[in-house]
């Protein structure tokens, strides 16, 4: 019997769990914004989280309960601006942990809805400090009581950008049959660069790496770090990309609301950097095949002003 077109070819097994499910994102080709065809999207939002720090997260968890870190009567601790924390309280629900998470203030209401419901313990730090206030108040939590907490760290954990080295890095290598030339990455952490970078380079020296980063130190790219002003990460390797972009967060807002437009796609700001970036890495470079990184869904920034200026 022949399969309808609509079927897809390969339906997944049942029984699989819900970390199963993290990583082998679409790579999509955006042929509306560059129509010579050579600029393609990693679109992490198909993690069960909706963003690309289910990765490194569930590489965290699994390393550490690889190594013993964490036990079953630990309690997850770490600072997180949101998708980090969504991934922690998804998969601490699904493994039976339970998770603290140190978050400025300034989070939206349903970003916090979404790490109440899925069972994690939020405590609020001072939103004029944005994410390094979280990581003050986390490293005093644990460093008055390290027996109670698995201090998982992103900022400073080598698994972190390992999951980035074994999936995302391995990913764009065969999706794109190595044919990569350029990949752009907005960095917050780093471990989306460091990771996916170190793979890709490793593969083929000659590509080219791209950071991402703020403009400015206030801005609105949720997620992102501008380097210059803020608390370092611990693997953050200034030299490691070939290139630095800073991107504006209003040239930010206005590539998200051309995806959704242009493209029908509804993702998050950190999207619209690497997108604003990306098109000018594509536009001077026709004959590559530029890949850049989509790091969440936009559904959680439904609320923000930009929306109303359509
Ligand atoms: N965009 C968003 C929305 C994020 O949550 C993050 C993670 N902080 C990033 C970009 C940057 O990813 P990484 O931490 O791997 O540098």
Redesign the pocket.
Known sequence: MTRPASQPATIPPIGQNLTDLIGNTPLLRLDRFVPHGNLFAKAEWYNPGQ???DR?VWGIIREAERDGSLSGDKIILDAT????GIAYAMIGAARDYRVRLCIPAGVTPTRLKILRALGADVILTDAAQFSDGAIIEARRLYADDPDRYFYGD?YTNEA?WRA?FDTTGPEIHDQTQGRITHLVV????????IGAGRYLKSRNPRIELVEVQPDSPFHGL???KHMDSAIVPGFYDPGFADVKMGIATEAAYKCVVDLAAKEGLLV???SGAALSAALDVAAENPDGVVVTIL??SGVKYLSERFWDDI
């Open positions: 963003s690309i720090k490194a601006s949101g998708n980090t992103q972190n980035h907005t960095v917050g952490t780093s471990g989306t660069l949720e997620g992102m998050g700001i950190s790091p969440d």
